[in-house]
Nanobody, 115 residues
Framework: QVQLVESGGGLVQAGGSLRLSCAASGSIFSINAMGWYRQAPGKERELVARIFRSGTTNYADSVKGRFTISRDNAKNTVYLQMNSLKPEDTANYYC?????????WGQGTQVTVSS
């Protein structure tokens, strides 16, 4: 099992910044990828950004150039730096880890961007 603890959500004005953190513990060997998904009310959960063990990253088109994902392997922590936030970025953000063929999810952290 992998346990994930997220932090860093909150309320920010449009144009502002937030940084999300997700620390993994437990059976963290062979983690292939760590990432962030988000889900807004009435919408499906969507991938925001993901970083693989190789360092390769993926981003949703809607956040490219504004969000940056990074990973501290020594701390088993993944970060999401979110800049130039927009009201449409408002959602519950979930940390996600892929280990082998298993996905693990954090409890979610709310990000609210006011206009």
């Amino acid at each position: 099992q992998v346990q994930l603890v997220e932090s860093g959500g909150g309320l920010v004005q449009a144009g502002g910044s937030l940084r999300l953190s997700c620390a993994a513990s437990g059976s963290i060997f062979s983690i292939n990828a760590m990432g962030w998904y988000r889900q807004a009310p009435g919408k499906e959960r969507e991938l925001v950004a993901r970083i693989f063990r190789s360092g390769t990253t993926n981003y949703a088109d809607s956040v490219k150039g504004r969000f940056t994902i990074s990973r501290d392997n020594a701390k088993n922590t993944v970060y999401l730096q979110m800049n130039s936030l927009k009201p449409e970025d408002t959602a519950n953000y979930y940390c996600n880890v892929l280990r082998g063929r298993d996905y693990y999810w954090g409890q979610g952290t709310q990000v609210t961007v006011s206009s």
